[in-house]
C-alpha cells in the first residue's frame, strides 16, 4: 500500500492547475504544506469542489480507525464502493471525492535486500510520465482524506499487488463529479518507475 507522497510547491500546483489545465482555482487563502514528502498522519492540500468552488483544502492523510484510535486508514480499495457490503467509505466515494496532487509517490517492492545487517523491501518510485505532477483520486471526510486505490497495471504489478489510483488531467472532472466507473481499470495508464538507491 502506498504510504508516501511527494508534495510539490504551491507555485507549482497552480501552474499547473490554473496556467497548464486552465482550471478556475481560487487563490488559497491560508497556509498550505508544500514541497515535502507526506505520509500518513501529516497534512497536505486536496483539490476539491466545496462550496460552488474548486480549491485547495489542507486535510490529514488517513482516516481515523474505527477499530484502533492509534492507527488511521490511509488506502481505499475502490472496489469496496461496488460491493453490497456496507463500507465506512461508502458516503465518501458517494459525494466527497478529492484529487491528490504529487510529483511523484513511493511504493515498497516484492524483492529485499540486506544492509548493515537489516533487511529492507526495495523502493521505487512513480510518476506520470506525461505530466509534469502527478494526479491521484482521493476521498475525504471532515478534515481527513485517503488515497484511492485499484488493481495494479504492467508497471506496478511486478512491484506491488496494488497501486493508486491515477488519473490524467481529461479525466479530473470526472473523478470529481460524474460516474467513475471507467475509472478503475489502469490498465492503459502509464506510470514513469524508478528503482531508489539500496541502503548501504
Known amino acids: 500500500m502506498c504510504n508516501q507522497f511527494q508534495l ?13 489545465l486552465n482550471l478556475p482555482l481560487v487563490e488559497p487563502t491560508n497556509n498550505l504544506p508544500q514541497s515535502q514528502p507526506v505520509f500518513p498522519k501529516a497534512a497536505a492540500p ?18 481515523p480507525s474505527p477499530f484502533d484510535s492509534k ?9 469496496r464502493f461496488f460491493e453490497t457490503k456496507p463500507s465506512m467509505w461508502d458516503k465518501s ?46 476521498i475525504y471526510q471532515d478534515g481527513y482524506f485517503s488515497m484511492v486505490t485499484t488493481k495494479p497495471n504492467s508497471n506496478m504489478t511486478p512491484i506491488h499487488d496494488r497501486m493508486p489510483l491515477v488519473i490524467t488531467p481529461a479525466e479530473l472532472r470526472r473523478w470529481l463529479f460524474q460516474n467513475f466507473t471507467n475509472l478503475i481499470d489502469r490498465s492503459s495508464m502509464p506510470l514513469a518507475v524508478n528503482k531508489m538507491p539500496q541502503r548501504k
Open 93 to 138: 466515494f458517494a459525494k466527497s471525492r478529492c484529487i491528490i496532487i504529487a510529483e511523484q509517490f513511493w511504493e515498497s517492492g516484492h524483492q529485499t535486500y540486506t544492509a548493515n545487517q537489516r533487511t529492507y523491501h526495495e523502493r521505487y518510485s512513480f510518476r506520470d510520465p506525461n505530466a509534469p505532477l502527478t494526479l491521484i483520486a482521493g
Open 71 to 79: 492507527k488511521v486508514i490511509f488506502n481505499a480499495r475502490v472496489e
Open 46 to 63: 486536496v483539490l476539491l469542489y466545496q462550496n460552488n468552488q474548486l480549491q485547495l483544502v489542507p486535510k490529514t492523510w488517513g482516516y
Open 8 to 20: 510539490p510547491s504551491l507555485a507549482e500546483i497552480k501552474k499547473y492547475l490554473v496556467t497548464d
